[in-house]
Every structure is written in structure tokens, then in C-alpha cells.
């Protein structure tokens, strides 16, 4: 049963120790960031508290996403093998199911609802719109990596471009592990980021594109580490969230400039009427494709790009500033960034006609009456 909106908020409280650390923390400690996270009372220890309680085993490791699910439904216990991994009772009934879980054995039921983590089915993620399996799974020193793995893969919300999907999940995750080892906060990955972002803009400026699209890829490596590593450690913060996004969404048309200009620097120059017309091209195209992704937000509750797998697909190379890089890689490698900086500005014009047409049919499919639901649901 999902709790109504004036449900008490429960208790979070582990049950049992674990000296195993996950992302450079215990589990306690871990289980203390959810909670705050999501604005939940925490507890050290069970107590006779007599009001509901979200019952954590500290012998397992669980997802983010479990945390929300149980708490929209008192009266639910998530199994692994049978035995208590999280449960949402009543401070009385919660002794019962403590008892399971620090005995580590599988549980009587009763009238409690069961969710078993081996379930195929996943649950369906509101938030996001689509349906997930959320990991649950026994912590020792031997799975670290597997869970570690399987929470940084679920870091990973939504659909996102072919380099940041197939080419450096593994480096990233390889730093975010380092960075999380070594405290290193997010906040400071996304300035040290930010540094690099900068530097790229004057290489670009002054023609060096080698130098500058090296030092833009490790930029773009930072810029998926510091949002998986916030989300790891669950050390998410407005500040994190505004700076990061932000440096994402002023920097490309920067770069765009720079190179442009400095192809003139690099013996390739761009005639002005061509200059004025990629630069014009290539702003009026960002802004306008960022207005159609805003709209779709607002008119249907869920971005554009998990509309159909249509819209999935084309977001791996729709003219974002990643699948931009491929292009100017691609013109350099010619001895042509002319070329590639003239692509980018052609490519993200058809780009715009994309979304554009995605947008009116998706507002004509719903004049007809049809639902507008993500193909990942």
C-alpha cells in the first residue's frame, strides 16, 4: 500500500554491523546519507521506537531507488534469499523482522507485503519514468566491486550520447572509485573540471586542437565523474548540482567560437559570411533545441529523448556538445577543422528539424487522445 502524502515520515535505522566499506564508507554511514538525502529521521541503533520505522540490514548493500519504494509503502519487506534486506513496519512489529535480520535468516511474512530483489520485474521508477532493476545484494570484501559496479551503472539515469555511454564508463568509473578512496568531493572534481574547460576555450582560440581537444576530453571525463561520484557517495548539493549544470550548459557555444575563430590561426580560416553563418547557425540551433526539450518537459512530464526508442536512439548523436567533438575529431584528423566546425553548425541544424518534428508529433498524437508514456515504462 503506498503511503499517503500525511503518512509519518519513518525512522531509518540499521539493524546489525558491517565493516565492509562501500565507496570509502561504512554502511552506517552510508545508510545516514540516504536518509538525510531524503529527509528521514535517522537512528543509530534499534530502539522501541513507536512510531514506523524503515528497517535497514547492514549486511546488504541496496540501491538508492529502494529507499523511496519502501517508504511509499508501509507494511513491505525486501527480500534476498528470503532474508530482510528492508522493511517499512510499525516501531512494535519492526522487532520481529530485526530479529531475522541479525539472525540472517529468511522471514515469516505474515501479513506483510514481500518484494523479492531476485524479481525480473524491477519496479517502475516515477521519477524517471521508466522501469528499473535496482540492485540488493549481500556486502563482503569479495562483491565490493560487483555492487560498486552495479551502483555506478545505476548512476547512469536516463539515455545519454554514444562517447559518454559506450566509450568512457570505464575510465570513469576507475576514477570515481580513486576519487572516492582519496575524499575527493565532487565539488572538487567539478572545479578542477571547470579549469580544464577554460583551458580548452583559449587552445581552441589560438588553434591548437590537438592540445585543446586532449585537454577537452579529460574535461568531459570529469564532467561524468563528479555526478557519478555525488551520486555514489550520496553527497549531492545544490551548489554541486547548480555549478556542474551550469558549466554544461554555457561552455559549448564557447567552444564552438573558439574554434571557429581559430581556424583562421591554424591556416584554415572560415570566410566571414561563412564564420557569421556557422556561428548564427550553431547558437540559434543550441537555444532552440534546448526550448524544445523544455517544452516536452513541460507539456508531457518526461524529456523528449525517452519518448520512443526512436527518440533513445537519436540521443546518442543528436548535436550535443559530445557527438560535436566526434565531428571536429573527424574534420582535424583531415587536416580540415573548417570542415568539421562547418558539420557541426549543418548537424545541428538537421538536429533542431528532428526535435522539432518529435515535439508536433507528439502533440498531435495526444490531440488524438493517445498517451504519451516513455518506451522504457
Same mark, same amino acid.
Given at each position: 500500500?503506498?503511503?499517503?502524502?500525511?503518512?509519518? *515520515?519513518?525512522?531509518?535505522?540499521?539493524?546489525?554491523?558491517?565493516?565492509?566499506?562501500?565507496?570509502?564508507?561504512? =554502511? =552506517?554511514?552510508?545508510?545516514?546519507?540516504?536518509?538525510?538525502?531524503?529527509?528521514?529521521?535517522?537512528?543509530?541503533? &534499534?530502539?522501541?521506537?513507536?512510531?514506523?520505522?524503515?528497517?535497514?540490514?547492514?549486511?546488504?548493500?541496496?540501491?538508492?531507488?529502494?529507499?523511496?519504494?519502501?517508504?511509499?509503502?508501509?507494511?513491505?519487506?525486501?527480500?534476498?534469499?528470503?532474508?530482510?534486506?528492508?522493511?517499512?513496519?510499525?516501531?512494535?512489529?519492526?522487532?520481529?523482522?530485526?530479529?531475522?535480520?541479525?539472525?540472517?535468516?529468511?522471514?515469516?511474512?505474515?501479513?506483510?507485503?514481500?518484494? $523479492?530483489?531476485?524479481?525480473?520485474?524491477?519496479?517502475?521508477? $516515477?521519477?524517471?519514468?521508466?522501469?528499473?532493476?535496482?540492485?540488493?545484494?549481500?556486502? =563482503?570484501?569479495?562483491?565490493?566491486?560487483?555492487?560498486?559496479?552495479?551502483?555506478?551503472?545505476?548512476?547512469?539515469?536516463?539515455?545519454?550520447?554514444?562517447?559518454?555511454?559506450?566509450?568512457?564508463?570505464?575510465?570513469?568509473?576507475?576514477?570515481?572509485?580513486?576519487?572516492?578512496?582519496?575524499?575527493?568531493?565532487?565539488?572538487?572534481?567539478?572545479?578542477?573540471?571547470?579549469?580544464?574547460?577554460?583551458?580548452?576555450?583559449?587552445?581552441?582560440?589560438?588553434?591548437?586542437?590537438?592540445?585543446?581537444?586532449?585537454?577537452? @576530453?579529460?574535461?568531459?571525463?570529469?564532467?561524468?565523474?563528479?555526478?557519478?561520484?555525488?551520486?555514489?557517495?550520496?553527497?549531492?548539493?545544490?551548489?554541486?548540482?547548480?555549478?556542474?549544470?551550469?558549466?554544461?550548459?554555457?561552455?559549448?557555444?564557447?567552444?564552438?567560437?573558439?574554434?571557429?575563430?581559430?581556424?583562421?590561426?591554424?591556416?584554415?580560416?572560415?570566410?566571414?559570411?561563412?564564420? &557569421?553563418?556557422?556561428?548564427?547557425?550553431?547558437?540559434?540551433?543550441?537555444?532552440?533545441? *534546448?526550448?524544445?526539450?523544455?517544452?516536452?518537459?513541460?507539456?508531457?512530464?518526461?524529456?523528449?529523448?525517452?519518448?520512443?526508442?526512436?527518440?533513445?536512439?537519436?540521443?546518442?548523436?543528436?548535436?550535443?556538445?559530445?557527438?560535436?567533438?566526434?565531428?571536429?575529431?573527424?574534420?582535424?584528423?583531415?587536416?580540415?577543422?573548417?570542415?568539421?566546425? &562547418?558539420?557541426?553548425?549543418?548537424?545541428?541544424?538537421?538536429? @533542431?528539424?528532428?526535435?522539432?518534428?518529435?515535439?508536433?508529433?507528439?502533440?498531435?498524437?495526444?490531440?488524438?487522445?493517445?498517451?504519451?508514456?516513455?518506451?522504457?515504462?
Amino acid at each position: 500500500m503506498a503511503a499517503s502524502a500525511s503518512s509519518p *515520515r519513518p525512522t531509518v535505522v540499521p539493524v546489525g554491523s558491517n565493516t565492509t566499506p562501500l565507496w570509502g564508507m561504512s =554502511t =552506517t554511514e552510508r545508510l545516514r546519507r540516504l536518509a538525510a538525502a531524503r529527509k528521514l529521521p535517522f537512528a543509530d541503533v &534499534v530502539g522501541d521506537e513507536a512510531g514506523a520505522v524503515l528497517l535497514a540490514n547492514s549486511a546488504f548493500a541496496f540501491d538508492p531507488a529502494w529507499l523511496p519504494h519502501l517508504v511509499a509503502r508501509p507494511g513491505t519487506v525486501l527480500t534476498r534469499g528470503g532474508v530482510p534486506v528492508l522493511a517499512h513496519v510499525d516501531g512494535a512489529g519492526g522487532t520481529r523482522i530485526a530479529a531475522a535480520m541479525a539472525a540472517d535468516l529468511p522471514l515469516e511474512a505474515g501479513d506483510l507485503a514481500v518484494i $523479492e530483489a531476485e524479481d525480473e520485474g524491477g519496479i517502475f521508477n $516515477e521519477a524517471l519514468r521508466k522501469r528499473e532493476r535496482p540492485f540488493a545484494e549481500r556486502l =563482503t570484501a569479495a562483491s565490493v566491486p560487483a555492487i560498486e559496479r552495479a551502483s555506478y551503472t545505476g548512476a547512469y539515469k536516463g539515455v545519454t550520447d554514444l562517447l559518454t555511454k559506450y566509450l568512457w564508463p570505464e575510465w570513469a568509473l576507475v576514477l570515481t572509485r580513486l576519487c572516492a578512496r582519496a575524499g575527493i568531493s565532487p565539488n572538487q572534481v567539478t572545479a578542477i573540471g571547470s579549469v580544464l574547460c577554460i583551458v580548452a576555450t583559449v587552445a581552441f582560440w589560438y588553434g591548437w586542437f590537438w592540445s585543446g581537444l586532449a585537454i577537452g @576530453l579529460v574535461f568531459m571525463v570529469l564532467d561524468t565523474v563528479d555526478g557519478k561520484l555525488a551520486r555514489c557517495t550520496i553527497t549531492s548539493s545544490a551548489l554541486g548540482n547548480a555549478w556542474d549544470h551550469g558549466v554544461d550548459l554555457i561552455h559549448p557555444p564557447f567552444w564552438w567560437w573558439a574554434w571557429a575563430t581559430g581556424c583562421a590561426v591554424y591556416g584554415r580560416p572560415l570566410g566571414h559570411d561563412t564564420f &557569421v553563418a556557422v556561428i548564427a547557425a550553431m547558437l540559434f540551433g543550441y537555444v532552440a533545441q *534546448r526550448l524544445i526539450e523544455g517544452a516536452f518537459i513541460a507539456r508531457f512530464g518526461m524529456h523528449i529523448h525517452v519518448w520512443q526508442r526512436f527518440d533513445s536512439q537519436f540521443r546518442l548523436v543528436t548535436a550535443r556538445r559530445n557527438p560535436n567533438m566526434v565531428i571536429l575529431f573527424a574534420g582535424l584528423l583531415v587536416t580540415r577543422p573548417d570542415w568539421g566546425i &562547418v558539420a557541426v553548425a549543418v548537424w545541428t541544424m538537421l538536429s @533542431l528539424v528532428v526535435h522539432l518534428v518529435r515535439l508536433f508529433q507528439a502533440m498531435a498524437a495526444a490531440a488524438r487522445g493517445q498517451r504519451i508514456v516513455s518506451w522504457l515504462a
